[in-house]
């Protein structure tokens, strides 16, 4: 069954060219779809295009395929071109006339702007919260390990002194900024499209203040030519922002697989969290982590890919969208289970003892050094020059640490400046 049907029978080649994998995607939207079905349905009976007894019949239905969906029963056949039709065929199977009625004043391409909407919605909040469980997460480790010191390096080269408390607490600032991010995708989505049609609205006097109360959006897409361009847009938002905390999960796990090498042996974990090797039986392998790398820089691409297919396109719907659906709809799914094993094996670090005595940390104090002869009078050009002479001849000898008191630093990490950071990013 297809809604644009007109009895005329398509190529088969053609069909499934066009078609492609819209029943697999669709099961993701099914829920939503059904959703902004009953409020259509029920603002088509305040108007008065339906009776109220078909609102009823067609609410209680949509309830009925509403479990189905939940319960995991609900199937898209291959007799049907998308969830949209199914759900229509379903509604006239068991009401008849009534379930014709349900397509009046809207179009397909309403259905999916709707159904994408409330999905993107309500997904983005499930990865907000996410990201917050782990910024939590990361915080309580820069709390339990403040005080100890993690060699710091610019260039991969020893550098300065850091500490376990101000790489953990910076990973969860660092968040923060991706929470922003979020937000500002949260509030493009949420804006009803519905009642936009084909793009050019409707000559049926709907009421479209109801449907947006009734679907729990913030405001509705006023212009019916934008609520139709929003289709790009809003993917485009959205994978952007869900790109924004790959990127951060993604250096924070490339830390993690450096930290864990036998050359730095900063971290470990426990072995049921990594994987071994076929010929090597000592390997740790921190598979998850650079799984988690893989895996987020795929999701940074997906922004990339939003660009480039829907960049030049005008005004109005074009079937180029239908190739945004399908990873648009993976980035979402993505980052939510690599949030929720980011959070689950990052709880359960190991951090190492480390020998500051080693040969190869001899000069990581060399720049508190300068400071010292800073404090006791020489200006900071000269100072440097001296412990530069003392590197070079072999003869600097390290005063050991000192303490870094200014905010943000290793010794005063101002953790609950970051968390009320956090917290207060929920109020933009």
Request: include cysteine; aromatic fraction near 8%; charged fraction near 25%.
């Amino acid at each position: 069954m297809k809604l644009w049907d007109k009895g005329i029978s398509i190529d088969k080649k053609i069909e499934k060219f066009t078609v492609g994998n819209d029943r697999e995607l669709d099961i993701f939207l099914a829920k939503y779809d059904l959703q902004a079905s009953a409020a259509h349905a029920k603002m088509l009976g305040k108007v008065g295009l339906i009776e109220e007894d078909e609102v009823k019949q067609l609410v209680e239905e949509l309830k009925n395929l509403q479990q189905q969906v939940t319960s995991g029963t609900f199937v898209i056949e291959e007799d049907f071109e998308d969830v949209h039709s199914k759900i229509e065929f379903e509604l006239t199977k068991k009401l008849g006339e009534a379930g014709k009625k349900i397509h009046t004043a809207r179009s397909r391409n309403d259905q999916v702007l709707v159904a994408l909407q409330l999905y993107f919605k309500e997904n983005l909040q499930e990865i907000y919260g996410k990201t917050e469980e782990l910024i939590e997460i990361i915080l309580k480790l820069a709390e339990e390990h403040k005080d100890r010191v993690l060699p710091g390096y610019t260039h991969l080269q020893v550098a300065m002194p850091s500490s376990f408390g101000l790489w953990f607490s910076a990973y969860a600032e660092i968040l923060i900024d991706d929470l922003y991010q979020l937000k500002a995708a949260l509030k493009v989505v949420d804006q009803n499209p519905l009642g936009s049609a084909a793009g050019y609205g409707s000559s049926f006097p709907i009421d479209r203040d109801f449907t947006t109360k009734e679907l729990g959006f913030s405001t509705m897409k006023y212009n019916v030519v934008a609520a139709q361009m929003s289709r790009g847009k809003s993917e485009r938002a959205v994978t952007s922002a869900i790109a924004s905390v790959a990127n951060t999960l993604s250096r924070f796990a490339m830390d993690i697989c450096l930290y864990m090498s036998q050359n730095f042996s900063f971290i470990s974990f426990p072995e049921e969290l990594t994987t071994g090797s076929s010929i090597m039986p000592h390997k740790k392998n921190p598979d998850v982590f650079e799984l988690v790398r893989g895996k987020s820089n795929k999701l940074q691409s997906i922004a990339g890919e939003m660009v480039l297919v829907t960049n030049n396109l005008p005004s109005g719907y074009h079937r180029d969208f239908q190739v945004i659906k399908e990873n648009s709809i993976y980035s979402v799914e993505g980052l939510k289970e690599i949030l929720d094993v980011f959070s689950h094996s990052i709880s359960q670090v190991i951090v190492n003892k480390i020998d500051l005595e080693d040969e190869k940390y001899k000069y990581l104090f060399t720049v508190d050094s300068i400071n010292d002869l800073v404090m006791q009078g020489k200006s900071f050009r000269e100072a440097y020059q001296i412990i530069g002479e003392e590197v070079r001849n072999g003869t600097y000898k390290t005063a050991g640490q000192k303490v870094h008191s200014h905010t943000g630093s290793k010794d005063h990490l101002s953790l609950e400046e970051i968390r009320k950071k956090k917290n207060s990013a929920r109020e933009l």
